[in-house]
């Protein structure tokens, strides 16, 4: 019975996959409406996806309140902030003031502040580099990060003078030129990466979902 | 089968109760003379050669007459028919084949010296005879020494064919067996055997019985069971006038010769050994039950036979060993050392906790770059000062996004696609706003679609913000498509159809039954319909996607990305070619302070710029210094060593 | 279903909830604290709930309730609806008993749909929007007479650029391809080779393309680090002048200036 469900679900996956790659190299006309139908319900299937990775956060979460584990307060905080926000959510609707004030007054400004937080962070291990990591890679690195943030801000003084549009333009080649032919390397070797992990599964070789 | 004789119609063993196998046809060999007189067969085949050989044996008939072709009880024995064929005595093997010493012994005659001279005796028998006369009476036919020279293996014996079977001497000296012509072999013991009007009888035949009643030979069972005469008991031999051939360890009675052998010192076991010598364990005596007490067993394929070893009491059903099993005796200090030993694993098994780890300190370091970042970004928008002077040159790459978005159609709604979130809002707004605010300055209308959860909201908070200065009012201006979840699949699903993949919208008017009726997508079907398709993302993962997916779809339509400062190189890549993917690009705060430049309508890039461009000053004199530090911390060190 | 709340005192109460919920993420500078901890354990069941909220209302509800509420006898039955409304309900059932112990071997047909559809999608936007362009972009001519039409860039500086990203690129999958050996990752990598050239002998690492790649790596990661940081200094400026603003409007709030 499990070695005959895994090839089910690997007949159903490749068999969609299929459907839906040949939409961008052939696109016939007859298998359209199904590609358009199949693609539907992934979405569906996206959205429930994460209804259900929610449910069982809360289920983490309560489980870890009902063993009292060290830590479990801060869990009862998350779980009753997700469920006021959920139920008011439900109820009022996502488009009522009350849940748009929860979102622009709790959800933005703590996940700003965290972001904020990282400037601390990358300044901090910047200045520590050189001390931990003396090496060609680590003065390339440094080296260029700072002509690109001189030739990014302005300066206090000579902020417009021939010096700093040196700079600018010096900045200008290195994140134009310089890095994008690295980063074209970079987008090349994620998309071979990436084809080759899809189609493994589209070949059925790779069977993430399970048997 | 329990050997028990049987009369021949008996259907079951009057012993052991087992059912008998049907008596097979036994060919008649006409003449042959049976033992006592047994009626040959009357029909059909005949016996086979070595039987009738075996039967002139113990009768001592002569002759054996040929026997007719076997035809025996259905087709089975044909292939004793394929044997050579013996006649009698007077028609054996032809001279030379066998010697004249072994044709003298099968006619009963009796002395090895009366062997005649220059008879062909094989050599080795020869030489047997010869050290047999040279050996005193007594000596170990067989001895071990190693510096004797090795005699050569006698040559085997002649192949026994039927015509060559001898018989044994009733009367023979080895236990064993030994042929007569072995026992003649030896000059000064040849046996000598009176002719007897009796036939010679094998000892292994002295327990077959005639009685005349025309059955088969009887051989004697195994088991006694008190009805048939018991088998005469061993014959003792003395062996130790047989041939030097014979080993040793055939003959019974001989005495012990282990006492002469002195050269091996006798085994002392060590104590540990000695220690574990089991007692109380072994029963000297094997008491065999006689048949009579033996139980017959009732189960499995041996089920009627006596004697047999029991299934189901002994392997069926175990039970506990009965009797004490090895005792181990332990000396004082045999247990101190095994006590030291257990004690010594304990403690390699006892669980250590695990010390809680020490709460990390921040270092001082961290706190001095926090206080100079917060200062310097903090102090400009408090205070004003100082005033970062703004960018005098826009980038290169300014020219062309304006360009496109000059050159859009503005009867078309343009796609806004809303990819980042909330914790960038801080530099998206900041950049993005220029961009919208351009677009509304044109009067394009604008829709709004976002793949993340909270898009929709960040869409509504910038529209509302740059709205508010050229009084776009959502559901005549703008309009926010909703969210769509699924990653690539779904903006693979809107790029193809978009009305099939966004239905509800978000802040839709009460009045539209679904979002696209709303007049801002009025003549919108397709992506293609769109005047300009724009990803505003802090990622580039999303903005790849949303390239990579819409391009096909997309037709004149172009496509301009707004991405974090971080992602720029990522996304490069698609706008720096002749064929570009990404049709106007444009990141970081700079550009975006020249585009409101540009604009003449300075808005949130223009209110960060000075708190932007102090922090970014600080953090460079900041990781100046570090590095200065780290190289000079470098240098010394490796003096040091 | 319409809710009256004072906007003011919302924005108020809003705001003030918000630069308090600042101060405790910030306060993370001087060390893990439960002000912290309690803001951030906050945000992610805030941002879970809404989340959830978002998916039921704008693509659940609307796909698969609101068509049975408003359903007709005509369209019950009909093909549309069978696979728009009736499959996807029975594929979201399917995928709700992951949850259950036992049955979870169920959930496999609607991962397996979405997984074989994500993979498609996945692959036919690589080869299609990525491999393809970028490779035919890689390939730009060398014609000092060509313009680059994005800067305008032409002659002997469009050439060395050209030539510059040719390298980088074809140096950045040799560093990948060549460069790192399975159990040598810490094993030097290059070894000097001497060339002669017109101008002398020279030291040149060898092998050329992996270390040269290695150099355009760390280019590249040099600027994206440096965007990163002006991207996060944006972050800590917005939030800054916000709580420079909140306290503006309290202490207005609380000492108006008549």
């Keep these: ?211 | 089968m329990c050997q028990t004789e049987n009369a021949a119609e008996a259907e079951f063993c009057r012993l052991c109760h087992a059912k008998l196998p049907e008596a097979p046809e036994i060919p008649s060999v006409p003449g042959s003379g049976a033992v006592g007189g047994q009626e040959t067969p009357a029909a059909g085949g005949e016996m086979p050669d070595w039987l009738s050989r075996l039967r002139q044996e113990v009768t001592g008939e002569a002759g054996a007459t040929e026997s007719a072709p076997l035809s025996g009880a259905g087709d089975d024995l044909d292939w004793l028919g394929a044997m050579p064929q013996v006649g009698g005595e007077d028609e054996g093997p032809p001279a030379g084949e066998v010697p004249e010493w072994l044709g003298a012994s099968a006619s009963g005659e009796t002395s090895t010296d009366e062997t005649p001279e220059g008879a062909d005796v094989p050599e080795w028998l020869a030489k047997i005879r010869a050290k047999a006369r040279g050996e005193d009476e007594g000596e170990p036919a067989f001895e071990v020494d190693e510096a004797a020279e090795i005699t050569p293996a006698p040559p085997p014996v002649p192949p026994s064919a039927p015509e060559a079977v001898i018989p044994v001497e009733p009367e023979a000296r080895s236990s064993l067996g030994l042929p007569d012509w072995l026992m003649a072999a030896r000059p000064d013991e040849a046996p000598t055997v009176a002719p007897s009007s009796e036939p010679e009888r094998p000892s292994w035949l002295m327990g077959v019985t005639d009685d005349g009643s025309g059955e088969l030979p009887r051989i004697p069972a195994l088991v006694f069971d008190g009805e048939g005469a018991p088998p005469p008991p061993a014959l003792d031999i003395d062996l130790s006038s047989v041939s030097a051939q014979v080993p040793d360890w055939m003959g019974e009675g001989r005495p012990p010769e282990a006492a002469d052998r002195s050269d091996l010192a006798p085994a002392t076991l060590p104590a540990w050994l000695e220690a574990m010598r089991p007692v109380d364990t072994f029963r000297s005596v094997i008491e065999i039950e006689s048949a009579e007490d033996a139980a017959v067993e009732s189960a499995g394929p041996l089920a009627g036979l006596r004697g047999a070893l029991l299934a189901e009491p002994v392997v069926a059903m175990p039970h506990a060993p009965t009797g004490k099993s090895a005792r181990l005796d332990v000396n004082e200090r045999q247990y101190a050392q095994a006590e030291l030993l257990h004690r010594l694993i304990e403690d390699e098994q006892r669980e250590v906790r695990p010390r809680p780890a020490a709460k990390a300190r921040p270092s001082a370091l961290r706190w001095v770059v926090a206080a100079a970042l917060l200062l310097a970004v903090g102090v400009p928008g408090l205070l004003g000062v100082p005033a970062m002077a703004l960018p005098a040159f826009a980038p290169r790459d300014l020219a062309g996004l304006v360009g496109v978005v000059d050159a859009i159609p503005t009867e078309r709604p343009a796609l806004i696609v809303f990819d980042y979130e909330a914790g960038a809002t801080g530099e998206m707004e900041a950049v993005a706003g220029p961009f919208l605010s351009h677009l509304m300055a044109r009067g394009v209308p604008i829709a709004t679609l976002s793949t993340h959860a909270g898009g929709s909201v960040l869409a509504e908070r910038l529209m509302a913000l740059q709205g508010a200065g050229h009084n776009y009012v959502r559901g005549e201006d703008f309009i926010h498509l909703g969210y769509l979840p699924g990653g690539p699949a779904a903006v693979q699903l809107f790029a193809a159809s978009p009305r099939q993949a966004v239905t509800s919208g978000f802040l839709k008017a009460e009045a539209l039954t679904t979002i696209w009726d709303s007049p801002v997508l009025a003549g919108v079907t397709r992506l293609s319909d769109f005047t300009l398709l724009a990803v505003i993302t802090s990622g580039s993962e999303d903005a790849r996607v949303w390239i990579e997916q819409s391009e096909p779809f997309l037709g004149e339509a172009p496509l301009v990305t707004v991405v974090s400062a971080g992602s720029e190189p990522l996304v490069r890549p698609y706008y720096e070619s002749t064929d570009p993917r990404v049709n106007g690009i444009l990141s970081g705060l700079t550009s975006a302070v020249a585009y409101e430049q540009r604009l003449g309508e300075p808005g949130l890039a223009h209110s960060r710029w000075s708190s932007y461009g102090l922090g970014l000053l600080v953090a460079e004199v900041l990781i100046v210094m570090g590095a200065v530090g780290g190289i000079a911390t470098g240098v010394v060190r490796s003096r040091r060593r | 279903m319409p809710v009256q709340i004072d906007p003011v005192l919302l924005e108020t109460l809003g705001t003030l909830l918000a630069a308090v919920l600042t101060v405790m993420v910030l306060s993370y500078i001087l060390g893990d604290n439960a002000l912290f901890r309690i803001a951030t354990y906050l945000f992610v069941g805030v941002a879970s709930g809404y989340a959830a909220a978002v998916a039921w209302q704008e693509v659940l509800q609307p796909r698969l309730i609101a068509p049975f509420l408003n359903l007709s006898t005509a369209q019950f039955g009909a093909g549309p609806f069978l696979t728009g409304v009736v499959v996807p309900i029975g594929l979201v059932g399917l995928l709700a008993l992951r949850l259950v112990p036992g049955a979870g071997r169920l959930g496999g047909l609607p991962v397996a749909l979405l997984i074989g559809v994500g993979a498609a999608a996945v692959v036919g936007g690589a080869i299609a929007g990525t491999l393809v362009p970028q490779t035919l972009a890689a390939m730009e001519s060398f014609s000092p007479f060509a313009v680059a039409p994005q800067t305008g860039e032409t002659g002997f500086e469009r050439m060395v650029n050209v030539l510059l990203v040719l390298v980088g690129t074809v140096g950045t999958l040799a560093y990948f391809r060549f460069g790192v050996r399975q159990g040598e990752e810490y094993a030097p990598r290059y070894s000097w080779r001497r060339v002669r050239t017109p101008l002398g002998a020279v030291s040149i690492p060898w092998p050329v393309f992996p270390f040269l790649g290695e150099v355009f790596i760390f280019v590249a990661f040099g600027v994206m680090f440096a965007g990163a940081l002006s991207a996060t200094l944006l972050y800590l400026t917005e939030r800054v002048q916000f709580l420079a603003s909140a306290l503006q409007t309290l202490l207005s709030g609380l000492f108006p200036i008549a």
């Design chain 1, 1 to 211: 019975m499990r070695g005959g469900l895994g090839i089910v679900w690997a007949a159903i996956a490749i068999s969609f996959g299929l459907i839906v790659l040949q939409g961008y190299f052939i696109d016939l006309e007859v298998l359209r409406d199904v590609r358009t139908m199949v693609l539907q319900w992934a979405v569906v299937l996206a959205a429930a996806a994460l209804l259900l990775g929610v449910v069982n956060l809360l289920a983490v979460h309560l489980s870890k309140i009902g063993a009292q584990e060290k830590g479990w307060p801060y869990s009862a905080v998350l779980v009753g902030a997700l469920v006021v926000t959920l139920l008011v959510g439900l109820f009022f609707g996502e488009e009522s003031p009350l849940v748009l004030a929860v979102f622009q007054y709790i959800q933005q400004p703590v996940e700003s502040t965290l972001a904020g937080l990282l400037a601390v962070s990358l300044t901090l291990g910047a200045v520590r580099l050189l001390s931990r990591r003396r090496d060609r890679r680590t003065y390339v690195f440094l080296v260029t990060a700072f002509l690109v943030m001189l030739g990014t801000g302005p300066w206090l003084i000579g902020s417009n003078g021939g010096l700093h549009q040196l700079m600018g333009e010096a900045r200008a080649w290195l994140s134009q030129v310089w890095a994008a032919g690295a980063a074209r390397g970079l987008l090349l070797g994620v998309a071979l990466g990436a084809t080759a992990t899809g189609l493994r599964v589209l070949l059925g070789a790779d069977r993430p979902y399970g048997d």
